[in-house]
């Protein structure tokens, strides 16, 4: 049994409330890799912002969660290296989907853990939430549930279609069950194709899909029903065009790869959405960057030569996502 406490890491408590308070979005970033989280750490101790490390089904089978674990750890004292005096890291289970899981996971030292229900009756969803919640809240761990469903592909969490969280659950839902968070599905979608072609219409000047927009007004109804709650916003990448111009011009293939644009999380992030989660845009950075290197210097084998560019250009990626979408930028000092 480790306590992250011990680990100098921080739960989403206070984080939420000061976010909550002030208008903004803490970043919630998966990671995989060393460079991942080396970029992350670097991002956030350059704009003293707080963080959530998420660790995916998909992250612990590829890197092992021992190891994640550990190097979560170690992001805390790089964080202090690199001057930031108070760093405030949250590491979080992103997706588990048994109270075992979770259970292993607090035991182990992570600061949140994410039970995601979503998928069973609304019953069911309440009493595995509450069943972790209890567990957790005696080592100050901090719970978020989901309800609603979310379309995309995620790692291990697939869904054809979605359904928007109904505004009508959300007391009763966070009441019984006692999650400290709640991610809500109001059209967000996990994955780089977001939307189907047939879903969006087309910008007559590029050719560029346009993504249908975020159901604001289902926000708005759950902000009503639960004043100051915080919300979590999953599947929140932008797919930056960029990314993908560069991916595709240098040997990659990803037609008509959408997310959800800028100014709709920028919108998201002063309500009560409190966490938004970025995934696939660190994938399309790190991508872009590697497959240019590939391209421009093919005698090139050291891969320190392109994971090296590629974590630059994920730190930027980072402090763009912070500076300009959540303005989570100096709020941990
Ligand atoms: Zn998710």
Redesign the pocket.
């Known amino acids: 049994m480790v306590n992250y406490k011990d680990l100098g890491l921080v739960n989403t408590r206070e984080m939420f409330a000061k976010a909550v308070d002030g208008g903004y979005a803490i970043p919630a970033f998966n990671f995989n890799n060393m460079e991942q989280l080396q970029a992350i750490i670097k991002a956030c101790a350059e704009t003293k912002s707080p963080v959530i490390l998420q660790v995916s089904s998909g992250a612990r089978k590829y890197a092992n969660q021992t190891l994640l674990r550990y190097m979560a750890e170690g992001a805390v004292e790089y964080a202090k290296e690199l001057g930031w005096e108070h760093p405030q890291i949250c590491l979080h289970l992103?997706?588990g989907d048994t109270f075992e899981l979770c259970k292993s996971c607090v035991d182990f030292g992570f600061s949140s853990v994410m039970i995601d229900g979503s998928s069973l009756p609304y019953e069911e969803n309440i009493a595995l939430t509450k069943r972790v919640v209890e567990y957790a809240h005696q080592f100050d761990v901090t719970v978020e549930a989901e309800l609603g469903v979310?379309a995309g592909v995620?790692d291990d969490?697939v869904a054809e279609e979605s359904h928007y969280t109904k505004p009508e659950e959300v007391i009763d839902f966070a009441t019984r069950s006692g999650c400290d968070s709640l991610a809500i599905s109001i059209g967000t979608s996990?994955g780089a194709y977001k939307f189907k072609p047939e879903q969006c219409t087309r910008d007559p000047q590029t050719g560029k899909l346009v993504p249908p927009p975020l159901a604001f007004d289902v926000l708005e109804e759950i902000e009503k029903k639960l004043p100051g709650f915080p919300i979590v916003l999953?599947?929140s990448s932008s797919v930056p065009q960029e990314y993908v111009d560069i991916i595709n011009s240098h040997g990659g293939n990803l037609p008509d790869a959408v997310g959800i644009p800028e100014e709709q999380l920028r919108k998201a992030a002063k309500s009560a959405v409190c966490k938004i989660?970025i995934d696939s845009d660190s994938r399309l950075a790190f991508t872009a960057a590697v497959r240019k290197v590939f391209v421009e210097k093919p005698g090139e084998f050291d891969p320190r030569k392109y994971c090296g560019p590629a974590r630059d250009e994920m730190v930027k990626l980072y402090k763009h996502k912070i500076i300009e979408v959540l303005g989570s930028d100096g709020k941990a000092e």
Do not use: K, P, R
């Open positions: 992103d997706h979310l995620e969490v996990h999953h599947g989660n």
